[in-house]
């Protein structure tokens, strides 16, 4: 379980960095939100990094991810460009995807990342095609499919399993049980388990614990090398929590406050910055620097984007078809 | 050139593009039939037959054979065509697109746009259609109108085995997805079909009648009743010009409107249900832009706002005919200056 402890020291920065940005990010949106300034819905990853980052550190550009509707942190893992995700979420015509898709639509074709999705469960279906794609075309890819523990009951989500299966894909599941479908908890919601519902297509299935980065990281290894070296899919029970809401507005009086308070105190990236500091791997005073530069990094971001131009009405038709 | 049937041109187009382009796959419930059996691994070729021996010739890397779960299949066809293929998906009779509806309507439709234009999805879904077949009320309906509502799809409807070869090649060579309608009660429908390959254009229309009194605009098999009923009509005294559009989305609406400026009389021959199909759309687009030119009230020949029957003596009623036709023509040329005239 400490094998992540054997990461370069650069990679553990880089690890530690991403999820830093994550979560300046999140709380920055989070802040303008509560300020009227973003329209639409966001759903916040604030809490969850270690799930995001714990898997794409593993990938390169040959892999894809599809994400969910809380999709800034896969977006971030990923390692998409921040500057323009705000944009995208503040609706600018420089946004990464021109202001069109938002906070829920997120994507990077580039980069990999197949988007943030709207529908629930919906990007395990399109993580086999793109598994497929690898597959047939050989690249040597692999398909992570991030998804909520609310998917986790969707159709798509389980009949994707079984194609995975039978097909012999290179794809990992990522059921992030953050305990709440919107306002529902998992505890009710899900019947039999996660790992059960694995095992029961023959996916090699395990729990993780998404407040640790260090199990994360070894348990989506250990999966992504047997996607990549044609062992077929598995699944992982990520458990994690969100800091926020399920969106921004959410008020959360289905959450007693002991619980929010005891996720809080699991925060994985205080756990992350306390494993890496006392096994003196680095310096607390490199991570602080690290903190100040993501801090600045993020409020450059957020006030280029405040500032940016709206699309305009010649952008409204442009961007449906290839040619029509 | 050669005779060949609408299922013979289908396969041809599909075994072609699949020769041409190896990022061409198929995909489907039964496509090759038999996959995981001790028997036959080409046992179907899809329940009708049209894609019978791709398997043996492109091997099950290429024709596969999926599990009988249409949202996943077709979401990772999407999935797919997004990152590089070029999937072929067979979703079987259109009206399983009740149980795979989101992945077209919300993924595969909109990834361009939500990704600011940055998204490239060659898909195409090959699907049947249409009644006749005794099929009833769960494999038989048209929907094309639902999938033309939706921006960020093209959708075809080929009226015969040319059309069929041509705009399957051109859906599989397209950028955009392709909702690829197959009427399940033309596969055995013969003509001439040229055996190279040849791609035929969307959103250009195809006039397959050329007249004077009366525009008939039909769809998919709609188009040779209408051609049936336009020389019957001839042979009467009465010409019609008839409009095959090929496309539903983009639909050819310069030919339409151009020909009922010459004729002044609209008929319109669709299968799918009167409220919201192409045909309340066409008399839409016709009474909005070419109002003018109208000497008479536009007539809609449809199904009617029922599910397909089964028994055949209800279906045979429930699908617009050849005399539906003539009599909906006959109506159009009761008003106006050309009844006066004669």
Sequence with gaps: MASGLQLSRDELVNAYRRMRTIREFEDAVHAEFAAGSIPGFVHLYAGEEASGVGVCMHLDQRDTIASTHRGHGHCIA?????????????????????????????????????????????????????????????????????????????????????????????????AEDNGYAETTASSWSVGGSQVGRGEGFGIPSREVDGSDFFDVYEAAGEAIERARSGGGPSLLHVRLNRFYGHFEGDAGTYRLPEELEAARSRDPIMLFRQRVVEASLIPADELDAADREIVADIRRYLEAAKSAPMPTEADLMTDVYVAY | MSKKSYRQAINEALRQEMERDERVIIMGEDISGGTGAAGDQDAWGGPLGVTKGLRPQFGPD????????????????????????????????????????????????????????????????????????????????????????????KVALPSNAYEAKGLLIQAIRDDDPVIFFEHKAMYDDEMEVPDEPYSIPFGE????????????????????????????????????????????????????????????????????????????????LVAENAFDALEAPIKLVTAPHVPVPFSPALEDIYIPSVAKIEAAVRAAMSHGSKVAAE
């Design chain 1, 78 to 174: 990923k390692g998409v460009e921040v500057g323009p995700m705000m944009h995208e979420v503040f609706g600018r015509k420089e946004g990464l995807c021109g202001g069109k898709g938002g906070s829920m639509h997120i994507a990077d074709l580039s980069k990999g990342m197949l988007g943030a999705n709207g529908i629930v469960g919906a990007g395990a279906p399109l993580v086999c095609g793109a598994a497929l794609t690898a597959k047939t075309l050989k690249t040597g890819g692999v398909a992570v499919c991030f998804y909520g523990d609310g998917a986790s009951n969707q159709g798509a989500v389980l009949e994707s399993y079984n194609l995975a299966k039978i097909w012999n894909l290179p794809v990992v599941f990522v």
């Design chain 2, 205 to 284: 229309a195809n006039v397959t009648r050329e007249g004077d009194d009366v525009t008939i605009v039909a769809f998919g098999r709609m188009v040779n009743l209408a051609n049936q009923a336009a020389d019957s009509l001839a042979k009467q005294g009465v010409s019609c010009t008839v409009v095959d559009p090929r496309t539903t989305s983009p639909l050819d609406t310069e030919t339409i409107l151009e020909t009922v400026e010459e004729t002044g009389r609209l008929v319109v021959v669709d299968e799918a249900h009167p409220r919201c199909g192409m045909a309340s759309d066409i008399a839409g």
């Design chain 2, 62 to 153: 290429r024709v596969l054979d999926t599990h009988l779960a249409e949202i996943s299949f077709v979401g990772a066809a999407a999935g797919a065509a997004l990152t590089g293929l070029r999937p072929v998906v067979e979703l079987m009779f259109v009206d399983f697109m009740g149980v795979c509806f989101d992945q077209i309507l919300n993924q595969t439709a909109k990834f361009r746009y939500m990704f600011g234009g940055k998204a490239v999805t060659p898909l195409v879904i090959r699907t049947m259609y249409g009644a006749g077949f005794r099929a009833a009320s769960q494999h038989s309906q048209c929907l094309y109108p639902v999938f033309t509502h939706i921006p960020g799809l």
